[in-house]
């Protein structure tokens, strides 16, 4: 069975795009979740005779004329636009390497990553009044090089890596990725990676680290790049995408995402303090670390009602906005990768979408009955991720309102496993943490999976509205459901257990 076997829901709708590339049938994504195994999915393609598909890859652009935005990057550059210098869409990392840094094997890697990745050289200009992408040439350096005036003062450290990570880019100019060195001694070193949200996603963060940490290992070595070739470049990937998705095919997605927000409600969580009248973006974070036997209750509760941890934890997640808020019809928006196609997996670029989720709680139901209600609206939404979140709101044209962010003020984010962590050859290579500093929404959770099992949960909030003992109060909260629901899955979501007996006392 594919969930016996470790599936989830991103890997659904890999696998479901993949059996349509290479046998031409469609399937949907919630065959799997009634019986996932292989003899069922072999009938279900024997009984589809007539069902057939195009199952062409993805064609390289068109060898003429100026390469469009992807419908995705679209929105990104409307933003900066508006608000031009904003470095809330920057991607950035700060890496500290120990021990001898081969300088010219680190150059030489990222500036192989920036041949190898189009995106990565490409700036975005007008023309004839609309924006469009321009690759540029593969630069000869990459890496800049700052020595450390007191390389034992943490906050003098610190606040280099923060100032790298916040330059903000000038989207025209392109070359969209900066690497930036910091030597704090022969040993010692601390590389800040940045790239703009417009050319990068979470994903792509995680390829970066794999292919300079596989290139700095061969060139080190004097060995050639191990690197297989890119089937397809993002600007192909662009226009691809444009060409799929218009006329009847987006107006036939647009019309989906049109009824299912019909009349949505604004989510009124209480509040520390007034709303500003103008959304700031200020964030903080807390988190927690669920352990391991947690979560591993939690995977098999969803295996057996053929469901994914992913729908257990947002339904926990709408009970708690639910409790706290008192209202029976939430929305919550919810990250999608985006990279269903075999020749996006390996790209360097903006393929992340965000889909959205209306809960409904109505009549107190069970939380049996309600996470059944959650894996149905969950399956639709991916049925429907192709549209850009972008795209919907403007076809929903909420009323325009500075203070939140429009059609959801809340997002979840669930990884089934944590990030690879970057290596640089024998070097001892450390993720330095930084404050978050930022965020787009009122609460912004994310639950990542661990390497020893467990599962982190952050609570990423926005300053002007909740203190911070607050959101604690309802990440304890949070994990005190996840707990119940697991114990009593029939309790109404009324009666679940929610707080610690310290705080009922």
Known sequence: DFFELGGHSLLAIRLVTRIEAELGRTVPVAALFQDGTVEHL??????????????????????????????????????????????????????????????????????????????????????????????????????????AEDPDNPQQVQGWVTAQLRRTFDLEAGHLLRARLLRLGE??????????????????????????????????????????????????????QRSRLQGEALEGELGYWREQLAGAPVLQLPTDHARPAVQRFRGAAVRATLPAGLRERLARFARERRMTSYMVMLAAFGVLLHRHSGQDDIVVGSPVAGRARPEAEGLIGMFVNTVVMRLDLDSDPGFGAFLERVSA??????????????????????????????????????????????RLGPLGVTTLHRDVGVTHFDLDVYALGQPDGGMLVGFVYDTDLFEEATVERLLGHYVQLLESVVASPDTPVSRLKMQAESERR
């Open 187 to 240: 040993r010692s070193h601390v590389l800040a990676l940045t790239m703009h949200h417009i050319v990068s996603d979470g994903w792509s963060v995680g390829l970066l680290y794999r292919e300079v940490g596989a290139l700095y290992e061969a060139f080190a070595n004097d060995r050639r790049s191990p690197l297989a070739p890119l089937p397809v470049q993002y600007a192909d990937y662009a226009c691809w």
């Open 377 to 422: 609206t969950a399956l639709e939404a991916f049925e429907h991720q192709s549209v850009p979140f972008e795209r919907v709101v403007r076809a929903l044209a909420p009323a325009r309102d500075l203070s939140r962010n429009p059609v959801f003020q809340v997002n979840f984010t669930y990884q089934e496993a944590a990030a690879e962590e970057p």
């Open 42 to 147: 072999a009938r279900l393609l024997d009984d589809q005779e007539g069902s057939q598909v195009s199952a062409e890859p993805i064609p390289a652009r068109p060898a003429e004329g100026p390469l469009p935005l992807s419908l995705d990057q679209e929105g990104l550059w409307f933003l900066d636009r508006l608000t031009p210098g904003d470095a809330r869409y920057n991607m950035g990392v700060a890496l500290r390497a120990e021990g001898i840094l081969n300088r010219e094997a680190l150059e030489r890697s990222l500036v192989e990553v920036v041949r190898r990745h189009e995106s990565l050289r490409t700036a975005f200009v007008m023309e004839d009044g609309e924006p469009v992408q321009r690759v540029q040439a593969v630069p000869d350096s990459l890496l800049e090089v700052d020595h």
